[in-house]
């Protein structure tokens, strides 16, 4: 079956770093958009970064763009995300996450149970 | 970015009724519409695609409908299991963006 398994969540400073990573089985991973989305405690969810099959392409929020960084190794059915110059504000749930896109639409269907990122002193 | 309004922000509902959730985004989306629902500690899962196409698996319950800027999600008959914040999310144009959600409570 479909797994999504993400790591590398914790308590970091502000100013500090962090990289999360997501383990995939159970479908081609090779073939797959990937994206991370964060939700912050008691709020919405709120998409992060996308990157594309061969990760010739790849996308950002404004809210991270120049501190976050999307990558992902097919050979190992990995993604990853190295969060640097953290602040109190991306304090969140980070999942990762799989976009199937067909002709009509690009829906997230599967997700990662999600590892909680703490930003705080 | 394209801004996606939920409504309501929360209801109060019985096992059994048929509840509407509207989503509006602030420019033509065409179909390109998904919804999500999430319960208490879990990951969102999604419900229906393509505005009106149901997820495999997902009871026929749920439907969805609507084009271009006005989508609407339906449940026909209420069960306990559906107790959950709801979110609709374009897939028109990058950045992704979520409805802020509806959260069904029990009445």
């Known amino acids: 079956q479909v797994q999504l398994v993400e790591s590398g969540g914790g308590l970091v400073k502000p100013g500090g770093s962090l990289r999360l990573s997501c383990a995939a089985s159970?479908?081609?991973?090779?073939?797959?958009?990937m994206n991370w989305i964060r939700q912050a405690p008691g709020k919405g969810l709120e998409w992060v970064s996308y990157i594309s099959s061969s990760g010739s392409s790849i996308h950002y929020a404004d809210s991270v763009k120049g501190r976050f960084t999307i990558s992902r190794d097919n050979a190992k059915n990995s993604l990853y995300l190295q969060m640097n110059s953290l602040r109190a504000e991306d304090t969140a749930v980070y999942y990762c996450?799989?976009?199937?896109?067909?002709?009509?639409?690009?829906?997230?269907?599967?997700w990662g149970q999600g590892t909680l990122v703490t930003v705080s002193s | 970015d394209i801004q996606m309004t939920q409504s309501p922000s929360s209801l109060s509902a019985s096992v059994g009724d048929r509840v509407t959730i509207t989503c509006r985004a602030s420019?033509?989306?065409?179909?390109?519409l998904n919804w999500y629902h999430q319960k208490p500690g879990k990951a969102p899962k999604l419900l229906i695609y393509a505005a009106s196409s149901l997820q495999s698996g997902v009871p026929s319950r749920f439907s969805g409908s609507g084009s271009g800027t006005e989508f609407s999600l339906t449940i026909s008959s209420l069960q306990p299991e559906d107790f959950a914040t709801y979110y609709c999310?374009?897939?028109?144009?990058?950045?992704?963006?979520f409805g802020q959600g509806t959260k069904v409570e029990i009445k």
């Open positions: 420019q033509s989306i065409s179909n390109h």
């Open positions: 159970g479908f081609t991973f090779s073939d797959s958009y």
């Open positions: 999310q374009q897939s028109y144009s990058t950045p992704r963006t």
């Open positions: 996450v799989r976009e199937y896109c067909s002709s009509t639409s690009c829906p997230f269907d599967y």
